[in-house]
């Protein structure tokens, strides 16, 4: 199923939230396969809720609606969420066409391996979505746990991180878009799809994420989507109705991965090489002195941390930052871990004097 979606056309996953009952199931299926962009559809049976008591998902109910859709509609794919071997089993039961592992799930190896070995007889696609921590290895590592086992149809999704957002405090979870960038460079074969429902939270924000997302490479995407969001028993800010998700789709630009490069862009390239250059040897000039300075305050007995001269420049260069047009986060966050590394070579610097090694 997700084998030959790198490079192609974009494939666009689809669904509620959750299956809440035949009719909504039924009719919000019906609406997106009419749109006649939708290859896949998406629907939770069992919810991970994070306190006990709510709405949890209508269960095996959920895949037997499904079943019966798939009857009527014997070309509409179906896939669901599995979080443990009981539910692998179900779905294949009733027929499920691909499965989905949630972000709780993913960044759990035991799960991931139980849910590899339940699948390993009879394969069926799976999509993983990125673990709750901005970890591509972990996120690396549940897939290559699945292709041992020998399910080789996958795919990553992206669904961004339960980390504290300095970036994108308007989104419900943090893109940290280098991780799924990262996962492409380590595993290049994987097509990659982005959730922009749980990465935004917001409907309004789901169409500039897509486009984001497209910009950056992704192969597809995976939208909730249901008939009366406003109804919906779970994730009602982030649902469309799958008009909205229609007309969505028509304003998204694609970005063809294998396009010539004008040479208008080699220009600028080379101009941003020439800054990148200047950056490192800037970096390893300013860590050069920070070494000098760990030898005068070890020479007088000082702190290598002192707290009072690093508010002062944070103080002076964050409005300098702004006023050169830099984001006042993305400023403090660079200066943040040049000073941590500038930190980290002092005490280098001092643990090595002190125990007789040789200076650097
Ligand atoms: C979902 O897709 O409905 C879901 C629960 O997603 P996630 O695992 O990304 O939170
Ligand atoms: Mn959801």
Not at 17 to 21: F, G, K, N, P, T
């Given at each position: 199923m997700f084998q030959h979606i790198i490079g192609g056309d974009l494939f666009v996953v689809a669904g509620p939230?959750?299956?809440?009952?035949e009719e909504q199931l039924r009719a919000t299926c019906q609406a997106l396969m009419t749109t006649g962009r939708v290859h896949l559809l998406r629907c939770g049976a069992w919810k991970p809720r994070t306190r006990p008591g709510g709405f949890e998902g209508r269960g095996e109910e959920a895949l037997r609606w499904i079943a019966a859709l798939k009857r009527q509609h014997p070309t509409w794919l179906f896939a669901v969420e599995v979080a443990t071997p009981r539910h692998v089993e179900m779905a294949r039961r009733h027929g499920m066409d691909a499965l989905w592992i949630g972000a709780r799930t993913t960044g759990n190896p035991f799960l991931v391996s139980e849910l590899a070995a339940t699948l390993r007889e009879e394969p069926l696609p799976v999509m993983v979505k990125n673990p709750m921590s901005a970890d591509a290895a972990l996120w690396a590592g549940a897939l290559e746990r699945l292709q041992q086992a020998g399910i080789t149809d996958v795919a990553a999704v992206h669904r961004g991180f339960s980390v504290p957002s300095p970036l994108h405090p308007e989104m419900r979870n943090d893109p940290v878009w280098r991780i799924p960038l990262e996962l492409r460079r380590i595993m290049p074969q994987v097509p990659l799809l982005c959730d922009p429902s749980h990465l935004t939270g917001d409907k309004e924000q789901v169409a500039t994420c897509c486009q984001t997302a497209l910009n950056l490479g992704f192969d597809g995407l995976m939208i909730e989507s249901h008939i009366h969001p406003e109804e919906a028993l779970t994730d009602a800010r982030q649902q469309l109705t799958p008009a909205k998700l229609h007309a969505l789709l028509d304003t998204l630009h694609p970005r063809p991965s294998h396009a010539p490069t004008p040479a208008e862009l080699t220009v600028l390239r080379e101009r941003l090489d020439l800054i990148d250059d200047e950056l490192l040897k800037l970096l390893a000039q300013r860590l050069n002195l920070s070494r000098h300075i760990a030898a005068v305050k070890e020479a007088h007995g000082l702190c290598t941390y002192q707290p009072a001269r690093w508010g002062d420049k944070l103080g002076k260069l964050l409005p300098a930052a702004s006023a050169l047009g830099l984001e006042e986060a993305f400023a403090k966050d660079i200066l943040e871990r040049l000073h941590l590394e500038s930190i980290r070579v002092q005490e280098q610097r001092r643990s090595a004097n002190k125990s007789g090694t040789p200076k650097q």
């Open positions: 939230c959750s299956a809440e009952s």
